[in-house]
C-alpha cells in the first residue's frame, strides 16, 4: 500500500526557509517520478517542484525556481522541498504526489509542466504560512 507521510510545515516570517519532507512507502522509490504540489485557499492547485528518482531530473515552476529544492533521499525513501526566501504567495497547504512508474510521467515535462493527474497517490498535506 502506498504510503506519503508530509512534515515539515509551519509559520515561517518573509525571507525565512522551511524543509518539508515526505516520507514514502509501499512502492519501488527508484524509477519513480514525485512531485510537490501546493494549493492556497480559493486557488486551484499548482505544482511547485517534481523529480524523477531514477535520474535525479527536476522541474521548477517558474514561482519557486531559484528558491526551492527539491531533492530525494533514497536511502530513507523520503522526499524533501527545502524553501528560502519565502514569501507571503508562498502560504498554501503542500502536498507531496507519486507515479510510481513514472519515466512516462518525466517524459512529458518536456513538453507541458507537470500536472495533478499525472500523479496517483497523494499525501495528506502540510501547512506553510509566511507572514510577518
Not at 515539515?8 to 512507502?25: D, E, M, N, R
Not at 527539491?70 to 507515479?99: F, G, R, W
Not at 509542466?113 to 501547512?127: I, R
Request: charged share 15%; net charge neutral.
Amino acid at each position: 500500500q502506498v504510503q506519503l507521510v508530509e512534515s515539515g510545515g509551519g509559520t515561517v516570517q518573509p525571507g525565512g526557509s522551511l524543509k518539508l519532507s515526505c516520507a514514502a512507502s509501499g512502492f519501488s522509490f527508484n524509477g519513480a517520478s514525485m512531485a510537490w504540489f501546493r494549493q492556497a485557499p480559493g486557488k486551484q492547485r499548482e505544482v511547485v517542484a517534481a523529480i524523477y528518482i531514477g535520474s535525479a531530473r527536476t522541474f521548477y515552476s517558474d514561482s519557486v525556481k531559484g528558491r526551492f529544492i527539491i531533492s530525494q533521499d533514497n536511502a530513507k525513501t523520503t522526499l524533501h522541498l527545502q524553501m528560502n526566501n519565502l514569501k507571503p504567495d508562498d502560504t498554501a497547504q503542500y502536498c507531496c504526489a507519486v507515479e510510481v512508474d513514472g519515466m512516462d510521467t518525466c517524459a512529458a515535462w518536456n513538453f507541458r509542466p507537470p500536472k495533478s493527474a499525472d500523479f496517483h497517490y497523494w499525501g495528506q498535506g502540510t501547512q506553510v504560512t509566511v507572514s510577518s
